[in-house]
């Protein structure tokens, strides 16, 4: 007598991967893969949007600030903190520009190019993959699912047998508690009942068999459908292990916190925050607009003689008749001068130098400074030094 194990609701199993056409989802991963890979590809190339547009408004508040700041009352340390954070966000500006370049072009076309020699496709059969999956799948599927279509119709015969007998055996329970019926009328019905039972076991004995032969058969087509998804597996390691490595690039583009140029920039950006000062803030304000600006108070100011400027530009021209002083005669300037002209000397009061013409009829004496130069200087500029 056949017994049967407790089935899963029926649901449930004709979900399982080896039923019939449910290896589609299996075959239909490679469609799946490609698609998730376009959607990464729009989600990070959005994202260097995102980093791009950021980039640039931190460049720009940067630029409108520092015009503000420049016309602001803000002095000293706290200026420079202020200031700091412009430049921080110029630096910051860069970086981001950085990572949005990296996503789009690096990132993207690694992704694009990686795509187009993983998912090679047919020129009338989608990718190549998913095709022969699904032929290889079919393939090995077709002779278990013959069989198993065959027991499946043994098993509606062997059950509708099953309930012909239960009709015939409920008869003749009823026949046999009617007294009234008679033995020739009995008989029928338990013949009938026996025959329901004999067609019963006949069924039942060509279900067994036909279960058998699904049975033997099912180690051969587990062995052929585990090697084809064995083979669609590697592939898909292959993808994720790309995948992995994709996110873990643009997780170190993105990855601010590890960078050296952000902690420069934080770090710089602290230590001016920590150089703020309030006494030297004070001092420099004091020295530079209060009491502590020098300042030169009023006192007795020499009068100083005016300078004759010669009508005659030619003064050069040593006139044959003025005497020329052999060795020069020493002087000492009375008043700073500052020559207004190529050809005047420059001095400060105090200086020592020699005389070595004299006083012309414009009054104006030529010279000679320690250092070798000569030229024309006021004669009521200078006295005679007392030997």
């Not at 015969?157 to 329970?173: L, P, S």
Request: glycine share 4%.
């Amino acid at each position: 007598m056949l017994t049967l194990p407790r089935e899963p609701p029926e649901d449930t199993r004709m979900q399982s991967f080896w039923m019939p056409g449910n290896y589609e989802r299996t075959a239909r991963r490679t469609d799946q893969s490609f698609q998730a890979c376009n959607d990464i590809m729009a989600c990070f190339l959005e994202r260097a949007k995102v980093e791009k547009h950021y980039a640039q408004q931190l460049s720009e508040w940067s630029s409108k600030w520092k015009a503000v700041v420049d016309s602001r009352p803000l002095y000293g340390s706290l200026m420079r903190v202020w200031q700091c954070f412009f430049s921080s966000a110029e630096r910051l500006s860069i970086l981001h520009s950085s990572i949005s370049q990296s996503l789009h072009t690096e990132e993207g076309d690694r992704m694009k190019s990686w795509q187009k020699e993983t998912f090679p496709k047919n020129i009338f059969c989608g990718f190549r993959e998913t095709h022969e999956n699904e032929t290889g799948f079919a393939r090995a599927q077709k002779p278990w699912a013959k069989r198993l279509g065959k027991l499946d119709k043994a098993c509606g015969v062997y059950h509708k047998a099953c309930h012909k007998e239960q009709v015939a055996i409920d008869r003749e329970t009823q026949a046999k508690q009617n007294t009234e019926l008679s033995p020739e009328k009995l008989k029928k019905i338990q013949d009938a009942r026996e025959k329901a039972s004999e067609e019963k076991d006949k069924v039942c004995k060509k279900y067994e068999k036909v279960l058998e032969d699904l049975t033997s058969y099912t180690p051969h087509y587990m062995e052929e459908m585990e090697a084809i998804f064995d083979q669609s597996q590697e592939e898909e390691r292959k993808r994720i292990s790309f995948l992995k490595q994709a996110f873990m690039s643009i997780h170190r583009h993105l990855d601010i916190t590890n960078n050296e140029s952000v902690k420069t920039v934080y770090s710089e950006l602290h230590h001016t925050l920590m150089s703020i000062s309030e006494t030297d803030d004070l001092r420099g304000w004091k020295n530079n607009h209060g009491p502590g600006m020098p300042t030169d108070w009023p006192k007795i100011e020499e009068w100083v003689p005016p300078v004759k400027k010669p009508k005659n530009k030619k003064r050069d021209k040593v006139q044959k008749d003025k005497p020329v002083m052999i060795g020069g005669v020493k002087v000492r300037a009375l008043y700073d001068y500052v020559g207004e002209e190529s050809d005047e000397l420059s001095f400060k009061a105090g200086e020592v130098f020699l005389k070595v013409e004299e006083e012309d009829d414009q009054g104006w004496c030529r010279g000679m400074l320690d250092g070798g130069k000569d030229g024309f200087y006021p004669a009521n500029y200078s006295e005679a030094v007392v030997q």
